[in-house]
């Protein structure tokens, strides 16, 4: 497991690692994705560390909503609140988290298909 000190995006939040930031709050950072799949994608993340969106979830109450409305503050940002975006919260190795602090990815700026391809 990871710990904190070597969390990618701990050292983000920490400004040791640069990024792209488009958006921040109190307790929230929502920066450019490095390897983005549309026009917009941004990850939107709590400054504290979290494993996942169930811990997250379990940990700290409200600020799951705080990151949900981060997420829907860089869609306004980026111009795709009106034509919609995806959300998604990819959580454990399964589901293709590969960096274990949670994060949301807001896509958008082209058509998305379902289920993802």
């Known amino acids: 497991m990871v710990s904190e ?4 995006f701990c050292r983000i939040v920490a400004r040791e690692i640069p990024a792209e930031i488009v958006y921040e709050t109190d307790r929230a950072l929502a920066f450019r994705d490095v390897n983005p799949q549309a026009p917009t994608h941004v990850l939107v993340i709590p400054k504290d560390h979290y494993r996942d969106a169930a811990a997250l979830a379990a940990a700290d109450h409200g600020l799951a909503d705080e ?3 981060a997420a829907h503050e860089v869609a306004l940002l980026e111009g795709v609140a009106e034509s919609g975006y995806r959300l998604v919260f990819n959580t454990g190795p399964g589901a293709g988290q590969t960096v274990f602090h949670v ?5 958008g700026g082209r058509g998305l298909q379902w289920p993802p391809g």
Do not use: M, Q
């Not at 994060?103 to 896509?107: A, D, S, T």
């Open 5 to 8: 000190a070597d969390c990618l």
């Open 67 to 69: 990151v949900i409305k």
């Open 103 to 107: 994060h949301g990815h807001v896509i």
